[in-house]
């Protein structure tokens, strides 16, 4: 293509200088003299037009169709772009209400929490209460059992120590015990 460019401008300064060449000397220049000369600039200029015709129209089409791909690429691209603005947007505006949500939820959550807290806490002691009142009349009971238990030991030897000290007692045991039989 730049071929064909450069070798009409040569070829045009080439026809010039042989015209201006040509027209040395004394006589003056008359029209009907240019008129072979601009038969062959014509002819000149018609070959390049039928040469060139053919490789300009497809590097325009090409270049039409290269310039049309890209500004639908930088539509397309334009348009993502200007929908992806307008989702950030979106979720900037909804920062401050989303973040305000989070705290509300995490407040609601730890006031749950603390009451969950509160009644665990309160059910456990309640439950150790009642195992300590249990544990202790437990103890109460084994502790009065076994001192009935050594009372009535003590009961037992000392009636034993005193019906075997005297024999009254020993005679009325005696027959109460036959009486029984």
Request: glycine share 4%.
């Amino acid at each position: 293509m730049r071929f064909l460019i450069s070798f009409s401008l040569i070829s045009i300064g080439m026809i010039s200088a042989a015209l201006a060449a040509s027209g040395g000397g004394d006589h003056h220049a008359s029209p009907a003299d240019l008129i072979a000369p601009a038969i062959n600039v014509g002819i000149l200029f018609a070959v390049l037009i039928w040469k060139t015709k053919g490789p300009l129209n497809s590097y325009f089409v090409s270049q039409s169709e290269e310039v049309s791909n890209t500004l639908e690429r930088a539509s397309l691209k334009s348009k993502e772009a200007q929908i992806m603005l307008e989702s950030e947007e979106r979720k900037a505006a909804n920062l401050a209400a989303e973040i305000k949500s989070i705290n509300q939820q995490a407040e609601n959550d730890v006031m749950i929490f603390e009451k969950k807290l509160s009644k665990e806490t309160e059910e456990k002691t309640q439950k150790l209460k009642t195992d300590a009142t249990s544990k202790i009349q437990a103890d109460k009971k084994a502790m009065l059992d076994e001192l009935n238990s050594e009372l009535l030991n003590q009961v037992i030897l000392k009636a034993k120590s005193t019906i075997k000290t005297n024999k009254d007692y020993q005679s009325k045991a005696s027959s109460k015990l036959l009486q029984r039989l």
